[in-house]
C-alpha cells in the first residue's frame, strides 16, 4: 500500500500499459446513496473540460433522479445489470471503461469489475467501504445513525441539509448547492421505500475479490460519515494506491472538485504508460 496526504499533485501510481487509448474510452460517473447525476455538480464540468474528446456519462440508479419513479434494485450486483442496461440504452459500446464512483457507487464498480471484468479499463473509488474489510461502525459512523434515520422521516430540506452536513465538511460554502439540492430533491423525490431499499443493499454487499484492473483509491482524511481507515484497510489488502485529503469531507467531489480532478488525470496518465 501506498498512502500519501495530498494538497496538490500526487506522485505515485503504478505504471501499466493498455492497448486502448484515453481517448476511445466513457468515463462512467457512478453516485451514492440517495444521490443522483446532477450531485457531482463543478466536477462533472471540470471533467468534461479536462477530456473534451471522451464521452463522460453520467448513470442514475432506478429510484434516484429521473427514474426516482422506478423501484431500486435489492442488491448490489442487480444495481450492476441496471445501469449496463442504462448504458445500452444510450447507445454506449460496453467495451473498455473508465468507472469513477462514490460510496456506494464504489461497491457498484466492485461488483461490475468482478462480474464483467472485460468491460472494464480502470477504477477510481471515493470514499468506499466494503466488508469484510471492514466492522460496520468504520462503514457508517454509529453516532450519525439518529440523524440519518430522523431525515428519512423529514421534510426534504431538513432531509437535504442534514445530508449537506453529513458530507461536506465546509457547508457554509455551498448554500447556493443546497438550495439546488432541495430543488432537485421536489423535482425527484427518492421515496423512503427505496431509501430503505438502497441502504439495506449497501449494508449486505461484501467484496468477493481483489480489484482485477488498475485501481485507485482516494479518501477525505475528515469524512465524518465513513471512517478513512475502510479505504487505508482496502488499499491494505489490495495493494493498490490510496491518495488522502486532509480537509475534505465525504462528499470530495463537492468540497474539492480540482483537487479530485487532479488526481484523477493524474492516475490517467500513468494508466497509458
Same mark, same amino acid.
Given at each position: 500500500? *501506498?498512502?500519501?496526504?495530498?494538497?496538490?499533485?500526487?506522485? !505515485?501510481?503504478?505504471?501499466?500499459?493498455?492497448?486502448?487509448?484515453?481517448?476511445?474510452? +466513457?468515463?462512467?460517473?457512478?453516485?451514492?446513496?440517495?444521490?443522483?447525476?446532477?450531485?457531482?455538480? %463543478?466536477?462533472?464540468?471540470?471533467?468534461?473540460?479536462?477530456?473534451?474528446?471522451? %464521452?463522460?456519462?453520467?448513470?442514475?440508479?432506478?429510484?434516484?433522479? *429521473?427514474r426516482y419513479q422506478a423501484?431500486?434494485?435489492?442488491?448490489?450486483?442487480?444495481? =450492476?445489470?441496471?445501469?449496463?442496461? &442504462?448504458?445500452?440504452?444510450?447507445?454506449?459500446?460496453?467495451?473498455?471503461?473508465?468507472?469513477?464512483?462514490?460510496?456506494?457507487?464504489?461497491?457498484?464498480?466492485?461488483?461490475?469489475?468482478?462480474?464483467?471484468?472485460?468491460?472494464?479499463?480502470?477504477?477510481?473509488?471515493?470514499?468506499?467501504?466494503?466488508?469484510?474489510?471492514?466492522?460496520?461502525?468504520?462503514?457508517?459512523?454509529?453516532?450519525?445513525?439518529?440523524?440519518?434515520?430522523?431525515?428519512?422521516?423529514?421534510?426534504?430540506?431538513? &432531509?437535504?441539509?442534514?445530508?449537506?452536513?453529513?458530507?461536506?465538511?465546509? +457547508? &457554509?460554502?455551498?448554500?447556493?448547492?443546497?438550495?439546488?439540492?432541495?430543488?432537485?430533491?421536489?423535482?425527484?423525490?427518492? !421515496?423512503?421505500?427505496?431509501?430503505?431499499?438502497?441502504?439495506?443493499?449497501? %449494508?449486505?454487499?461484501?467484496?468477493?475479490?481483489?480489484?482485477?484492473? +488498475?485501481?485507485?483509491?482516494?479518501?477525505?482524511?475528515?469524512? &465524518?460519515?465513513?471512517?478513512?481507515?475502510? !479505504?487505508?484497510?482496502?488499499?491494505?489488502?489490495?495493494? =493498490?494506491?490510496?491518495?488522502?485529503?486532509?480537509?475534505?469531507?465525504?462528499?470530495? +467531489?463537492?468540497d474539492d472538485p480540482h483537487?479530485?480532478?487532479?488526481?484523477?488525470?493524474?492516475?490517467?496518465?500513468?494508466?497509458?504508460?
Amino acid at each position: 500500500m *501506498k498512502t500519501i496526504d495530498m494538497e496538490s499533485h500526487p506522485n !505515485s501510481g503504478p505504471a501499466i500499459r493498455s492497448a486502448s487509448t484515453s481517448s476511445q474510452r +466513457p468515463l462512467v460517473l457512478l453516485r451514492g446513496l440517495l444521490r443522483e447525476q446532477r450531485h457531482w455538480g %463543478a466536477f462533472y464540468t471540470l471533467l468534461c473540460q479536462q477530456y473534451p474528446e471522451r %464521452a463522460v456519462i453520467c448513470l442514475d440508479l432506478a429510484g434516484n433522479g *429521473k427514474r426516482y419513479q422506478a423501484q431500486s434494485p435489492a442488491n448490489i450486483r442487480e444495481m =450492476v445489470h441496471d445501469l449496463r442496461v &442504462q448504458l445500452r440504452l444510450q447507445d454506449t459500446v460496453i467495451d473498455e471503461i473508465d468507472l469513477i464512483a462514490i460510496s456506494m457507487g464504489g461497491m457498484i464498480a466492485l461488483e461490475w469489475m468482478t462480474c464483467y471484468p472485460d468491460e472494464i479499463h480502470s477504477v477510481v473509488l471515493i470514499n468506499t467501504s466494503v466488508r469484510p474489510y471492514s466492522p460496520f461502525y468504520h462503514r457508517l459512523n454509529w453516532r450519525q445513525l439518529p440523524r440519518i434515520v430522523r431525515a428519512l422521516f423529514s421534510s426534504p430540506e431538513i &432531509q437535504e441539509t442534514t445530508i449537506m452536513h453529513l458530507t461536506s465538511n465546509f +457547508p &457554509q460554502q455551498h448554500q447556493a448547492v443546497l438550495e439546488q439540492w432541495i430543488a432537485w430533491r421536489a423535482q425527484c423525490p427518492v !421515496s423512503r421505500a427505496n431509501a430503505i431499499v438502497q441502504l439495506a443493499a449497501a %449494508a449486505r454487499y461484501r467484496a468477493r475479490y481483489s480489484p482485477t484492473k +488498475p485501481t485507485l483509491l482516494l479518501a477525505s482524511h475528515q469524512d &465524518q460519515l465513513v471512517d478513512v481507515r475502510c !479505504s487505508q484497510a482496502l488499499a491494505t489488502r489490495w495493494q =493498490v494506491p490510496l491518495l488522502l485529503h486532509p480537509s475534505a469531507g465525504h462528499d470530495l +467531489p463537492l468540497d474539492d472538485p480540482h483537487w479530485l480532478l487532479d488526481q484523477i488525470h493524474h492516475f490517467d496518465h500513468t494508466c497509458q504508460m
